[in-house]
């Protein structure tokens, strides 16, 4: 199993950013995907979650309503669209499949003027 991230990088307060994860090594549109972040001096933690068919997410709450999680199951890869940053959404942003403990390498998101 494997996942890989891009699309990370440094963008002022108010931007955009869109991640992507391409996952390899299991049947990918059967399981539920996510996406955590770590802050610095912080523990690794939830910002959202879409089921195989792509047909439920669900989102921590300081990221409703700005930030979208989707799928696309023939390219094998799940999105993270954030609009509206801010300073604090700065983290290492990680894609995961938890039923076989799946992390990727992380992408870096630094939100700052």
């Known amino acids: 199993v494997q996942l890989v991230e891009s699309g990370g990088g440094l963008v002022p307060p108010g931007g955009s950013l869109r991640l992507s994860c391409v996952a390899s090594?299991?049947?990918?549109?059967?399981?539920?995907m996510n996406w955590y972040r770590q802050s610095p001096g912080q523990g690794r933690a939830f910002v959202a979650s879409?089921?195989?068919?792509?047909?439920?997410?669900h989102y921590t709450d300081s990221v409703k309503g700005r930030f979208t999680i989707s799928r696309d199951n023939a390219k094998s890869t799940v999105y993270l669209q954030m609009n509206s940053l801010k300073p604090e959404d700065t983290a290492v942003y990680y894609c995961?499949?938890?039923?076989?403990?799946?992390w990727g390498q992380g992408t870096q998101v630094t939100v700052s003027s």
């Open positions: 879409v089921t195989g068919s792509g047909g439920d997410t």
């Open positions: 995961s499949q938890l039923s076989y403990n799946a």
């Open positions: 090594g299991f049947t990918f549109s059967t399981y539920t």
